[in-house]
Every structure is written in structure tokens, then in C-alpha cells.
């Protein structure tokens, strides 16, 4: 059913991220739908499932009269609003999805943080092969092994990781939908190529991005392949893409960021020096970077979510402590904020205007709202902190839509 135009404009207070710290609540896929007051009976549970959405209204007219309503107001109102803020029919609200990392190293899990709840979520496990993919190497603990994932067509996905023997971990991708009535993990098809890992790994138009990468050991070919996917498609299988022009980004797991038609990457996260390389969708053809974005590139990177605006490249200064965002037309980076608590970001993620960063250590997320202009007398715009569960550390970062679940 279609809703107003209004119901789809990004909600994020951050309020809601503040006050959860202290109290926040880490519940699994199978407890979201239990009642959130344990005091509250079965008898009062039915009976509010039993009451309309608005008095003297049929349902479906009252959900398109709810529809334009701030998530956070439906929240608090009463059950009935708050059963269909997470129901798949109505229109949903961002989130946070995140690839975890428990404080002793021991386990990867997945969850996501409820924006207007102010909680995090366990996802399901997800149907990893075996041997399962790992995020740290006993041979060299100071540096993690990446695990990548992209937010494409609504949905995350999982696309590459290596395994202890550094071998790679998934011949095909892992996908979950938050959307589906019983949110759940689902096997995508086989990648057209050998499986690898330090790829470069992003969303397109809703397609996931796919090009680079090395396997157990090096090959050429497998450096210099690519393709792209439609998750949203249950028939869809992977197309291939023009191979690029040599094997530089096989090196490190990377960002590859969609914007102006043109999807974006260098062969390096870390510190050091970088090659770029741009894929222009239209013409289907690999073309150097710009030589002012490959200058600027210093961090973590990410594109947020085609408006009206267009879609926006942002990169976080590592070393400076600086956000910054790419205008095309002058090959230039401007400054969106700068702060202390940007310095030694390693992951982040862009949606709902909003970019998230994932401190250093990744025990909190900093949420910086890049739709809003600075308030009078602060020249930086609104920032705020979510604390990661209670012993995990965030490893990895995706901006989806919430789970659909009964509260």
C-alpha cells in the first residue's frame, strides 16, 4: 500500500541513542516479540491487538492516516501504534546493522540497533560454511580479518571473509532481509568467479558491487574480475563486468561507494599510498580517479542514499578527526565536521541523512546528522553516540530498515 511522502523522510533523534545507554536492552530475533512490559498479561496482549488504530476508522485507512506521524511518537503512544510501526505493510525507519566482535575475540554475530526504540537486536545466525569465517588470525592478532558486508535492495549482505587458514571463507553471498514477516538469512548464488576476499565490495542502484580481490593466493585473473548482483531478485544471478586494468586491488578489503553514475574505490583502507579507480555505469568502462578524490581519500568511506540531493561521497579523516564530503564539479572535499572523537574511525555507513562512524576500538558508534544546517552559534552540525552491546565490539556497519516484528 502506498503512503504519504512524508513517512519516508529520515528519522533518527538522537535522544533516543542517548537514553538507551544506560538501560539499553541486547534481545534476540526470537524475544523481540515478546511483550515489552513483563507486568502486561496475555488477556491485556490480546485484547490490545483487538483494538482498532483509530477509533471509527477501518484499519487500512487508519495506517495512511498514521503513516506521516514521527516513528518515536507511534512508539510511545500505545501497543496497537507500536505493532504496526513494525509491521512489513508499514513504511519503515532506518537502523543500524552491525557485524559484531566479542570483547575476548571468541565469536562473530550480527545485530541491529532500533533507532527510535533505542535498543539493539540479535539477528539469527546466519548459515555460514565450514569452516566459518574469522576475524582474527592466531599468527598476527593486532590485525583483523575483515569480514565484508553490503546494504543493497534493503537487505545485508555478507560477501566475503577469510577463513583461519586465510583461505576464502564464502563461495556465495549471505543474505538477510529485515523486511520479510519472519526476518531470516538465505543463501545467494555462486559468485561467477573463484571465491575471494580483500575485495572491493559495495551497493550500486541497489545491486551489490563485486570487483577485485584475491583468493588463497594470487591470480591475475581473479584480481582483475568483477560483477554485479540484485538481491532483490530471487532469479537474478551474477553479471559479470568489465575486468579492470590490472590486480591493485587485491590488497586490502575496500569500500566501493556509488555516486553520480559512477561507482568509486582505492586499493587501500589503511594509511599509505593509494591507487583509485572508477567504474562509469553508462558507458561500462573502468577510468582513472579523479586526482583531488584519490588526494582526499584518508579514511573510511561511504555514499549515502540517492535524494533529491543526489548521492553524496563521504570520508572520514582518519588522522585529522575530520568528516568530509566530495563535490565532482571542483574535484575538492569539503568539511562536514570535524571532532576528536572521528580520529582512528575505521568502518562506517551512510543513510537516512546520516553517517555513522564506528569509533576507534568500536565500542560506540558516532552519529553525525548531515541533513540539518549547524545550529545558531556551532559551526558543526548535530553528533551524538550509541554504545555498542554490552561486551561486543562493532566491526562493520550497513544502514537498513528495521526488522518487521509484533511488538
Not at 22 to 47: E, F, G, L
Not at 342 to 369: F, H, P, Q, S, Y
Amino acid at each position: 500500500m502506498a503512503a504519504p511522502a512524508a513517512a519516508n523522510r529520515p528519522y533518527w533523534h538522537p535522544a533516543a541513542a542517548v537514553a538507551a545507554a544506560p538501560n539499553k536492552r541486547h534481545r534476540t530475533a526470537a524475544a523481540v516479540a515478546a511483550p515489552m512490559d513483563d507486568d502486561v498479561d496475555v488477556a491485556a496482549a490480546a485484547q490490545s491487538q483487538q483494538q482498532p488504530l483509530l477509533p471509527g476508522l477501518p484499519d487500512h485507512l487508519a495506517q495512511l492516516c498514521l503513516s506521516p506521524l514521527p516513528p518515536r511518537l507511534m512508539h510511545a503512544v500505545c501497543r496497537p501504534w507500536r505493532r504496526l510501526l513494525y509491521s512489513p505493510s508499514f513504511p519503515p525507519f532506518p537502523s543500524l546493522y552491525a557485524v559484531l566482535d566479542d570483547a575476548d575475540g571468541d565469536g562473530v554475530s550480527f545485530s541491529a540497533y532500533d533507532t527510535v526504540a533505542g535498543r539493539w537486536d540479535e539477528l539469527p545466525p546466519p548459515p555460514m560454511p565450514s569452516p566459518p569465517p574469522k576475524l582474527w588470525h592466531p599468527s598476527f592478532l593486532s590485525r583483523r580479518l575483515p569480514l565484508q558486508s553490503v546494504a543493497a535492495a534493503g537487505r545485508l549482505v555478507v560477501v566475503a571473509g577469510s577463513t583461519q587458514s586465510l583461505s576464502p571463507a564464502l563461495s556465495r553471498p549471505v543474505v538477510f532481509d529485515p523486511a520479510a514477516p519472519t526476518p531470516r538469512w538465505q543463501l545467494g548464488p555462486r559468485f561467477p568467479f573463484a571465491p575471494r576476499r580483500w575485495c572491493a565490495a559495495g551497493a550500486v542502484r541497489g545491486r551489490v558491487f563485486l570487483a577485485g580481490g584475491v583468493g588463497a593466493g594470487y591470480d591475475a585473473v581473479d584480481a582483475r574480475s568483477g560483477a554485479v548482483w540484485d538481491p532483490s531478485a530471487p532469479s537474478a544471478t551474477w553479471e559479470p563486468l568489465p575486468p579492470l586494468r590490472d590486480g591493485r586491488f587485491s590488497r586490502d578489503a575496500s569500500e566501493a561507494v556509488c555516486s553520480g553514475g559512477k561507482v568509486c574505490m582505492v586499493s587501500l583502507r589503511s594509511r599509505g599510498a593509494k591507487e583509485g579507480a572508477v567504474f562509469d555505469l553508462r558507458a561500462r568502462r573502468w577510468e582513472d580517479m579523479p586526482p583531488g578524490m584519490l588526494a582526499g581519500w584518508k579514511g573510511p568511506a561511504a555514499a549515502s542514499s540517492s535524494d533529491s540531493s543526489g548521492e553524496t561521497i563521504f570520508v572520514v579523516d582518519e588522522e585529522r578527526g575530520a568528516l568530509i564530503a566530495y563535490d565532482w564539479a571542483s574535484d575538492r572535499w569539503r568539511t562536514v565536521a570535524d571532532s576528536e572523537r572521528l580520529k582512528g574511525a575505521a568502518e562506517m555507513a551512510a543513510g537516512g541523512g546520516r553517517v555513522c562512524v564506528v569509533a576507534e576500538g568500536g565500542e560506540k558508534v558516532i552519529v553525525v546528522d548531515v541533513t540539518t544546517k549547524p545550529r545558531r552559534g556551532s559551526a558543526a552540525p548535530r553528533m551524538w553516540e550509541v554504545a555498542a552491546p554490552v561486551g561486543k565490539r562493532v566491526v562493520a556497519l550497513q544502514v537498513l530498515p528495521r526488522m518487521a516484528h509484533t511488538e
